[in-house]
């Protein structure tokens, strides 16, 4: 999906996907490795929903494939993104999953577990906040973009806080696995 949508926007070759993607920082909401992009357009030419044609004008070396969305390509990306499970869908996050099953470490582990959480979420938050920035500098009208980033930013810090509740609590603080 990701991979088509950007090729809708315009013929790229894959390097030029990959390029794009790095610059937009979609491994933020889309982890998409160069290899998946590569095997993204061959499944996405093979099921005939990018055309290819050749680059013969790069300066970069021999000619290259350049893909654009075909007709069938539109209406596949329109589907997907008509599909209503895109909104009733969550990722499971693994600090969550730890969190759930920390009773189990040692209090010592728990609180540098959760200190390098706390850490963690600190750095994303500025990360996001420099990342909005550089939108409403760099790009005033994406407005979607920036209230993504604005919501990841509310994200963060809601479970920062929450951290700290959870850092506070005397029943997590106290819990260490005896005996068994």
């Known amino acids: 999906m990701v991979v088509l949508s950007?090729?809708?926007?315009?013929?790229?070759?894959g390097y030029a996907v990959y390029a794009e993607l790095q610059r937009r920082q979609v491994e933020d909401w889309a982890p998409v490795s160069r290899a998946q992009i590569y095997?993204?357009?061959?499944?996405?030419a093979a099921e005939g929903h990018l055309a290819a044609g050749r680059d013969v004008t790069?300066?970069?070396?021999?000619?290259r494939a350049v893909y654009r969305i075909s007709a069938t390509g539109k209406r596949a990306l329109r589907a997907a993104l008509a599909d209503p499970a895109w909104a009733t869908r969550t990722a499971p996050s693994p600090f969550l999953t730890w969190a759930l099953l920390a009773w189990y470490a040692d209090p010592a582990a728990r609180a540098r577990v959760?200190?390098?959480?706390?850490?963690?979420?600190?750095?994303?938050?500025n990360l996001e906040r420099e990342t909005l920035d550089a939108i409403r500098r760099d790009d005033p009208q994406a407005t979607t973009a920036q209230l993504v980033i604005e919501l990841v930013i509310e994200q963060l810090q809601v479970e920062r806080v929450w951290l700290e509740r959870l850092k506070q609590d005397p029943w997590i603080a106290s819990r260490a696995l005896t005996g068994t």
Do not use: N
């Open 6 to 13: 950007l090729i809708a926007e315009g013929p790229r070759h």
């Open 114 to 125: 959760m200190e390098a959480r706390a850490r963690f979420l600190d750095a994303q938050i």
């Open 39 to 44: 095997y993204s357009i061959e499944k996405l």
């Open 58 to 63: 790069s300066p970069l070396g021999p000619a």
